[in-house]
């Protein structure tokens, strides 16, 4: 019987001996060695931090990773280049912090605001006329009249007394919005605020308007100018009206109980006085066919009287002076029934001993309204749309 076998000392013959068995803290036990093997950090730490591999030592010390990642995590997040990189959506902390302790003012900023102009304030031809100029002059104690007007010499002299005291305006800045109207016509008419005896269907391109017999002389303005001396540029400016009644002349006095007049001035302008009466002003009047040119006495024989029926139209090119000191151009014409019936140029000579001609508004350094002046019982049409024109400029 054969002795009992005793394998020899060491390991048996098939195992290397350069091979070592080496765990780590918190290895996994025995039976999970290839879940062990591909633990991230295991060789990385081996080999950085005893600087060979663990193949190389005989018995490699027990190794417990440090917490947080390994360095590599954030060297590799510096050599990322910076197109890679996204940041968290929404604003930082400190934006939201800040947000929190200031609530901005409503509206644009301060910076906004200067850049840009204001939008000017709608055109009031009436906005810078006094209260008590609104309204008719109380009846005169005298009863002289100028030759061919109806109004006394004492409602001229408070006229003359109120354009001294109101000089005329700065040409105004006007919106885009304006000027889109002024070329399309699509300009109104307006009374004298708290005027009374009349009775004004106004829109965009004209108005109809009825008076009274008690209507005293009264002037209606465009709510637009037709020439605005922001643009500095020659233009022709022109509007039409329709008579439809008129009143009659006196035959014993052989004035008109009733009166209408057209024309042009630049503003302000006392209410209470037809157009070609004041400074600035130029009218055509239909009760004696004669023009006035800032004339308060009788003006000069122009035309025949308007009719019932007549369409009746009156125009202006003005050609401003083109550099300072230059002269201007303003020929004036005047139209029936859709054909030229007469004109004259703003400039001509007048008589130095005569009083007015002050034409200095209408020479194309100030805005121009169409103005309309009526008195008694009246009736009439005014057209600012050159569609609904019988002439055609």
């Given at each position: 019987?054969?002795?009992?076998?005793?394998?020899?000392?060491?390991?048996?013959?098939?195992?290397?001996?350069?091979?070592?068995?080496?765990?780590?803290?918190?290895?996994?036990?025995?039976?999970?060695?290839?879940?062990?093997?591909?633990?991230?950090?295991?060789?990385?730490?081996?080999?950085?931090?005893?600087?060979?591999?663990?193949?190389e030592s005989d018995a490699p010390p027990a190794y417990e990773?440090?917490?947080?990642?390994?360095?590599?995590?954030?060297?590799?997040?510096?050599?990322?280049?910076?197109?890679?990189?996204?940041?968290?959506?929404?604003?930082?902390?400190?934006?939201?912090?800040?947000?929190?302790?200031?609530?901005?003012?409503?509206?644009?900023?301060?910076?906004?605001s200067a850049a840009s102009e204001p939008e000017p304030p709608p055109y009031d031809p009436w906005m810078s006329v006094p209260d008590n100029a609104l309204l008719p002059p109380p009846p005169s104690i005298k009863d002289a009249r100028s030759p061919?007007?109806?109004?006394?010499?004492?409602?001229?002299?408070?006229?003359?007394?109120?354009?001294?005291?109101?000089?005329?305006?700065?040409?105004?800045?006007?919106?885009?919005?304006?000027?889109?109207?002024?070329?399309?016509?699509?300009?109104?008419?307006?009374?004298?605020?708290?005027?009374?005896?009349?009775?004004?269907?106004?829109?965009?391109?004209?108005?109809?308007?009825?008076?009274?017999?008690?209507?005293?002389?009264?002037?209606?303005?465009?709510?637009?100018?037709?020439?605005?001396?922001?643009?500095?540029?020659?233009?022709?400016?022109?509007?039409?009206?329709?008579?439809?009644?008129?009143?009659?002349?006196?035959?014993?006095?052989?004035?008109?109980?009733?009166?209408?007049?057209?024309?042009?001035?630049?503003?302000?302008?006392?209410a209470w006085r037809l157009p070609g009466w004041e400074r600035s002003s130029i009218g055509v009047h239909g009760d004696d066919g004669r023009r006035y040119v800032d004339d308060s006495e009788g003006g000069i024989d122009f035309v025949s009287a308007f009719r019932a029926g007549d369409v009746v139209g009156i125009g202006m090119m003005l050609s401003p002076p083109q550099f300072a000191g230059g002269k201007s151009g303003a020929e004036v014409f005047f139209t029936r029934n859709g054909k030229k019936e007469g004109g004259f140029n703003l400039h001509e000579e007048r008589d130095s001993a005569e009083e007015g001609g002050d034409v200095t508004g209408l020479e194309g350094r100030n805005d121009i309204l169409a103005a309309v002046g009526c008195f008694g019982g009246v009736e009439f049409e005014v057209r600012f749309r050159k569609e609904e024109w019988k002439f055609r400029p």
């Open positions: 019987m054969s002795e009992k076998y005793q394998p020899p000392a060491g390991p048996p013959p098939n195992r290397s001996t350069n091979q070592h068995h080496v765990q780590f803290a918190g290895s996994p036990p025995s039976g999970r060695s290839e879940i062990a093997s591909n633990y991230p950090f295991r060789n990385a730490h081996a080999s950085s931090s005893q600087g060979q591999h663990p193949s990773a440090p917490p947080g990642p390994p360095p590599s995590w954030h060297s590799e997040k510096k050599q990322q280049p910076d197109s890679e990189y996204l940041p968290p959506p929404g604003p930082p902390p400190s934006h939201m912090n800040k947000t929190k302790e200031y609530i901005a003012p409503p509206g644009p900023p301060p910076s906004h061919t007007a109806n109004a006394t010499w004492d409602d001229a002299a408070r006229a003359h007394a109120w354009t001294n005291q109101n000089p005329l305006w700065r040409p105004q800045q006007h919106s885009p919005q304006t000027f889109t109207r002024i070329a399309s016509g699509r300009i109104g008419l307006t009374a004298p605020p708290n005027t009374k005896n009349i009775h004004l269907e106004a829109n965009l391109g004209g108005a109809t308007v009825q008076t009274s017999p008690k209507c005293s002389d009264t002037i209606f303005l465009s709510d637009l100018p037709l020439y605005t001396a922001q643009t500095g540029t020659p233009k022709k400016i022109y509007f039409e009206l329709k008579v439809v009644s008129m009143g009659h002349i006196d035959r014993n006095t052989g004035e008109s109980n009733a009166g209408i007049a057209i024309g042009f001035l630049a503003p302000p302008y006392p």
